[in-house]
């Protein structure tokens, strides 16, 4: 059994292994997932957030040690509060969006494995206190986002991955196809 991490801006989850297979959700920079069976140049994974599964391509992936997953699982990871934010290593620019997680944050800097990365943005550990008025101030930063199917980005969203997103930035990690089950019946 192995263990990755998103260590690009976004990551695309397929259906089945394949670049034109439906997309059915995305990983953010710093969400870090369990890979669940290899097939050529692809890893099935379970996120870890909300247990959804997919395929994601064999070079977007990265993978972390057991004892950094559980790490992860155990204690969470900063959030990112900015629409679009950039990381710093070794002179190079990374992006990253609203709500990727910046595991092992202290002192304005994130690791992941043995790369460590400045971010100079508004990082916040989300503490669990989803009152109305902070929820509808989360849901606000994703005003304007245009819809797309298994989109979980400003650039790109869907409606359970709005509802999931606005509630991570709160401190809650809700379940991705209990939320897709629900809205589905509400529609």
């Not at 990755?4 to 976004?10: K, R, V, Y």
């Not at 695309?12 to 969400?31: C, T």
């Not at 629409?83 to 620019?93: E, G, P, S």
């Not at 990690?173 to 529609?187: G, P, W």
Request: aromatic letters at 14%.
């Amino acid at each position: 059994m192995s263990f990755g991490i998103c260590e690009m801006s976004l990551v695309p989850m397929r259906r089945e292994p394949s670049h034109r297979s439906e997309l059915v959700s995305q990983i953010l920079f710093g969400e870090h997932y369990e890979v669940v069976e290899s097939q050529k140049e692809w890893f099935k994974i379970r996120t870890s957030h909300d247990g959804y599964e997919g395929f994601i391509a064999l070079n977007q992936h990265t993978e972390i040690s057991y004892n950094d997953f559980q790490f992860l699982q155990k204690n969470g990871a900063f959030v990112c509060f900015d629409l679009v934010q950039i990381l710093l290593h070794d002179n190079k620019i990374q992006t990253v969006i609203l709500g990727s997680a910046l595991p092992f944050f202290e002192n304005q800097h994130c690791r992941i494995n043995t790369r460590t990365y400045r971010f100079d943005g508004n990082a916040k550990f989300p503490q669990k206190a989803a009152t109305s008025a902070l929820l509808i101030e989360n849901a606000y930063m994703y005003l304007n986002a245009p819809y797309l199917w298994g989109g979980r980005s400003p650039f790109g969203i869907d409606c359970s991955g709005f509802t999931q997103l606005v509630y991570k930035l709160s401190g809650y990690s809700l379940c991705a196809m209990l939320l897709y089950k629900l809205n589905k019946e509400i529609l």
